[in-house]
């Protein structure tokens, strides 16, 4: 079972939005492995998966477990509307190396609950990495209730479930439900991850360790050391990133923009954005560095 | 400009619940044909389009294209969220010799609208068959709104835009706007072809049509003759497979379920279904036989 | 059982915003019903109800039997949360002169369709005027089912229903389903009014038609006789009321501003508006204006 | 400003299911002050209070805190749609010596966050007591943006937040936006009380501490003192009174009736509820005592 942070990585493109920048790709991981977080998940929502072609999700899960090399464990996002590509990447994902695989329900038509457990079932049938649940109701439309993880978490292949739905009623159901049970929970939105680590979760899934990976390792450990003071000034950088970094212009994508906008910031890779998104213009840039060059030296100050 | 009922085929699955059952295919396109209808449209959301692998997409086009050997037009749905499996899809549907390509809004991101209309304006410049619209809000989560359809119907490759929505007064405000205006508005509920057809729409993509062809094209001529005895007895048998069909069954899927299971029975193809759908059990089944046997013995009252 | 064109009321405030404008509702109420409409429908969505204090509505529901004396049906919303209250309007209705009353699903918790049959079943046992139905789901969260309205029908106290939710589909659905049944099935939306009526809908209740009661009364003539050369004309108007009256300004409540500000215009009420909401700025004034002009000078030709 | 546990008090009714059981309110009222609570909520969603008569709301608001009589700080839930009855609520509240008030925004209309804003700041302007904001998206259809948070704020009347949309994303911005000001920011959902206080919320609206006032209060005391083994135990019993009490049956309504089935499993009050819900039948209720029996137990062990 993996405790502590696992970044979802970004996808760096080259200029045509489309096509792998595997420069910058070796650069990403060298900069995440070096914060020194405990796993790395790729093709995930902040990996935008489901824009990039299959040519090139196969690529990245190839030379992503490639240049980790086994350092930390690698997740492989698989959601897929179709089993049958899901079943391909899992398999291109075991051949790679990699550590496991992560799917979201199937998101273009809604689903009934019987559907969505007899999907996961059959699917945890048909790959051979172990499989995390990824519930993402905003994105999917179908939320996985929680009686359905309940039933699911019976097959010996599913190990936990990452949950980015930012309920945390939901969330706190499921650690009460699974305590002392085997079964990986993990919360996707990096604002609360400290605050269900308190209360039982194994860690987050936090798209902010792309940038500044060591502010969230620190923050996991400060937390299970109940460092509040320590917590509290983390927390507070994570708080700026989530207000300043991910909420310029005014469509849900502003956090992809502004992820890829503050890795530019560092000099770590390119905005480019797969469509239907397009990178932040110049003002909207201007705002993310002068921003990022502010958390940048609060954080050096705090770490060192 | 079409104009009439275009048949959003179901795609004929072998047992294994993926590959294409080619037989059924092409039992199922000779019915179509058969019964007048004035086009095909291949790979929509009545196709399980996203549910199928893309080597299963690809032998449907081609398949579809040769058996057709433009007797009507062939239009291929190559709705996705990556941009370049797209633009794949509909270079491969040129090929084949279809007549357009139809693409829904990228459907895991919810998009703003202005990300949407460039979007679609960049996947017009890149596929050479003309580009219809396809608004299917429940599934996507965006809607393609009023504003956004006028400002794409500027590019010269897109010429349409098919509803799923429902919602006509949606429709009735495009019908008006583009009222003696090159472009062509088809409304997918078969429920509402009817009526949208009386105040101005072009026709209707109808499921239906697969299993009663006949039945939707005599529908479309008695509302252009404007011959409300007709389109009363038509539009009665409409509703009976909407309300005896598609409504089995509690889940969203039962549209689907319904559609396969009546072609079954009426011995054109089998139920097969691809994940994470299931056909219906026997118990539905029954059902569904008896009352598809009450609408053909109706029916052919009718039309003799 | 009512058939043709029922508008539902503006509310007609003083500059307070609070206050029954009583002067307002005269000048209303005479236009509406010199323009030969079927009934009048008060405290509705149109008319604000929810927003008006219980004082405010009840003066509305004895002035306007008192005006309307009997010339034509009045139709009272007596849409509440709590019982009590709705049947509290209901007697007060009965004892003014009232013809009916009309009920939506109490909308502040979202209630199962088991939980919604109870409510209309015992809130029907507890009016001693007929009720009708009022489906609004965008606005109560809760859609009254076609089950739900077939068990609900066989009260006798319930007569009919109201679907405002813009889905024909559902509509058709009740039409077949009560195909020669005494149950009064009218549309909200005008956009498509004269096509549910084709196929079967006893009337609309039209917005518009509380500032131009004839286009929509012809309209229906019109639609009945199938003249659909005169309905092509009439239609055109109600559309471009819909497009340049209704939509100016980016929120929900555009309807309603486009509404009072219309009459306004015309010279008939103020604009007054209750809170939440505020009357349209000069800059849309202008417009509306402008528009409402044209449209007149439109529909004086085509009446006269 | 307020720091601590509130509690959403139910309403205790007689079996009409309308009137106030003025017996049971008082019994309730000293349960839950007896338990060590630091205030009192009337008239919240939890209080049923959109299903009340204004005569009902208006006698609990007298006769409550006339019970509690400045023992506690008494909040008046005065949220409504028409701000008329909001103000008349308010004023009856201030007599009735009330400490605050608290509102929803108006949940008919779908609203603009411009027409919010002026909505709360109008509000704000016309009652006499500190008015608390009161995020309710699931209910109210509108949520109370950040930013909209964040400038009413300024109002010099308007000094607090109960956020029950159950996302703490959400809450953890407000929670860094507000940090160091004087602004009270409270959580709904129990089962995220501890954590986010933990991280720098106020407290916790928790209703059931009508049933258990203790358990929270100790949880809350445990919380600020950093105690992680007695929250542990803690919040256990509170995640098995959510999810063994709160969720039989398979309605929304779940909660209220299994709120008031525990109220009745302990002899405080009656399970009576307003329409449109109805109380548990016996099969649920066998559950709830059951349930509520284990709980009791495992809590008086905890705290003697």
């Known amino acids: 079972m993996i405790n502590g942070i696992i970044t979802p990585m970004v996808t760096p493109l080259l200029s045509d939005n489309l096509s792998l920048d595997l420069i910058g790709t070796k650069k990403l991981i060298e900069h995440i492995i070096s914060g020194g977080v405990h796993g790395l998940f790729i093709l995930g929502t902040t990996g935008e998966a489901t824009n990039l072609s299959y040519k090139t999700r196969i690529e990245l899960i190839i030379e992503s477990c490639k240049i980790v090399n086994n350092r930390i464990p690698v997740f492989v996002g698989i959601t897929d509307t179709s089993i049958e590509e899901s079943i391909k990447l899992a398999s291109i994902s075991k051949e790679a190396g990699a550590t496991a695989v992560v799917a979201a329900p199937p998101y273009y038509y809604r689903l009934g609950q019987i559907e969505l457990y007899k999907y996961y079932w059959n699917l945890a049938d048909q790959v051979s990495l172990p499989l995390y649940l990824y519930n993402m109701p905003s994105h999917t439309k179908t939320n996985i209730d929680i009686d359905t993880t309940l039933k699911l978490s019976e097959h010996p292949n599913i190990i936990g479930l990452k949950d980015s739905s930012a309920n945390t009623v939901y969330f706190q159901k499921l650690c009460h439900l699974f305590k002392n049970k ?41 937390t299970n050391a109940k460092d509040f003071k320590r917590i509290d000034e983390l927390q507070h950088l994570v708080m700026e990133i989530s207000t300043k970094i991910y909420s310029l212009g005014s469509f849900g994508s502003s956090y992809l923009k502004g992820m890829k906008g503050g890795l530019a910031a560092l000099g770590i890779i390119e905005t480019n954005i797969a469509p239907p998104f397009h990178s932040f213009e110049e003002k909207e840039m201007k705002l993310v560095r002068e921003n990022i060059e502010k958390i940048k030296v609060e954080l050096d100050k705090i770490l060192k």
Chains 1, 2, 3, 4 share one sequence.
């Open 182 to 222: 085997d079964f990986c929970l993990l919360v996707g939105p990096e604002e609360v991850t400290s605050e269900t680590v308190l209360m039982g979760g194994n860690g987050g899934v936090n798209g902010g360790s792309n940038m500044f990976p060591k502010l969230y390792v620190e923050l996991y450990k400060a």
